[in-house]
């Protein structure tokens, strides 16, 4: 879905209610806070006056109101991983996320060596913190937990108990499965709305079944292996029924064990049902690995109030990092931005 697409739905749910509505979880924005940053620490080579760079710092608070002004949200969640954040799925799977850019430096001419990079991109994320705390915004992380546990939760809990129209913002394609009437996944990358119609579009598999697809196929990034000799395009041949029918686990490996002795793909699938089991427990974010306190820490962090707009120390903290022209009439698009954000009860 295009951004055109978009406000046409927005102006649909709009007629449907007569009136615009003004609660603060009617549509609620979930922003996976660092991959944003990490995407912005890429793409932005910038230097403050003083020879320091600033292109995650800058980029990250430019998108956050670009995103913003662009869906027009009662709400938005901040959402960091917490410390030790793939505790828990690598008891699952030990190699879960290793070996993730141990290695590689983003940019050789602003940075001497990858320590150097890593300093700046710490220091930038605790200076977006210091950003965060003066606009009304949630931002949370909770230890052991990542920030797709915490985003696929409230992607569930806001719709059923406010009635929410929920957009989750990532480039991780982690989040297709979560697409639904309710929830929409906007990658930054593609600069493309998700809905189920999309998820089909783009994938040829219904979104309800994009898990299983996810399960079949891996992902090389998590270091989460498919199923040998198994890609996208010979998946729909051996399962035709993941673009036409809402399949459930069981469903998966019933087919795969009727037709076993069909071709050797089906006996893998079948053989190998307890590690596939497993890489689904690992990649199903509608089964968040959150225990019933985080759970309850969420449901409470949810319903408490946004604090009220500092435009001042905002405003300090920019000039003191030495963002300049980067934001133009900073204070402007700060208050304009941001402000409507504490009208809504």
Known sequence: MKKNELFKLLDNVVEENEIVSSKKYDRVLLID????????????????????????????????G??????????????????GSSTNRKNLLPEYKSGRNQHRITNWEVFEDLEDEDDAKISQIVRIAHYLKCLPVKTIAIDKAEADDIIAYYSDLLPKTYGSKVFIVSSDKD????????????????KEYYTKDTVKEKFGVLA?????????????????????????KGLFKKFPELSTDILTLD??????????????????????????????????????????GDKEFLQAFAESDNIALNTEAFLRFYHDDGLGHLIKNVEFWVNDTFKVLNSFK
């Not at 662009?70 to 960091?80: A, D, G, H, L």
């Not at 050797?264 to 689904?280: G, K, S, T």
């Open 251 to 292: 469903d998966l490996f019933d087919l795969a064990e009727q037709k076993h002795k069909e071709h050797v793909i089906y006996a893998r699938i079948a053989f190998e049902r307890d590690r596939l089991e497993q890489n689904y427990r690992i990649m199903d974010l509608k089964n968040p690995l959150l225990d019933d």
């Open 175 to 190: 989040f297709v499965q979560l697409v639904n009437d309710d929830v929409i996944v906007y990658r930054p990358i593609e």
């Open 33 to 64: 806070g660092l991959n944003l940053f990490f995407r912005n620490f890429a793409m932005m080579n910038i230097v403050n006056p003083q020879g320091i760079h600033v292109g995650g710092l800058g980029g990250f608070i430019r998108s956050l």
């Open 66 to 83: 670009s995103l913003i002004n662009q869906i027009q949200p009662t709400s938005v969640f901040v959402v960091f991983d917490g410390m």
């Open 208 to 232: 309800e079944n994009f898990i299983l697809y996810k399960m079949l196929i891996g992902d090389n990034s998590d270091k989460v292996a498919g199923v040998k000799g198994l890609g996208a």
